[in-house]
């Protein structure tokens, strides 16, 4: 029969609570920081920084709107045509998009609607 070794210890997963995940991204993207050198001293992987970073983005994605709720999606109209339209005279930016489209931001659209639009076309 076989020899088994039974490892006990303290548990292996470790559990991060919000605000300290936030003060070790503070650390590990502040100007001049290493990411890796900031990993090995609190004991986690690199990828883990990445994957907290990355799932704080998403979070950060739909800037509320002034009354603090998230903000909804407005419904965009998309006209498929052959010939380019001529810039529109008030547009305060006009994006052109791959197959010949065209996206117009208008000055009176709020900066929290034009950051999300600029953020879905990444």
Do not use: C
Request: no cysteine; aromatic share 6%.
């Amino acid at each position: 029969m076989g020899q088994i070794t039974v490892f006990s210890g303290p548990e292996r997963r470790r559990r991060w609570t919000e605000e300290l995940r936030l003060q070790i991204l503070t650390e590990a993207f502040a100007p001049g920081a290493s990411p890796t050198a900031v990993a090995r001293r609190h004991e986690i992987s690199t990828g883990q920084l990445y994957t907290w970073r990355n799932k704080l983005a998403v979070g950060a994605a739909t800037p509320p709107t002034e009354d603090g709720r998230p903000a909804d999606f407005a419904e965009a109209l998309v006209i498929e045509d052959r010939e380019r339209a001529a810039p529109v005279p008030d547009a305060a930016i006009i994006v052109d998009l791959p197959r010949d489209q065209r996206m117009t931001i208008f000055p009176s659209a709020s900066p929290a609607l034009v950051t999300a639009v600029l953020k879905a076309l990444r």
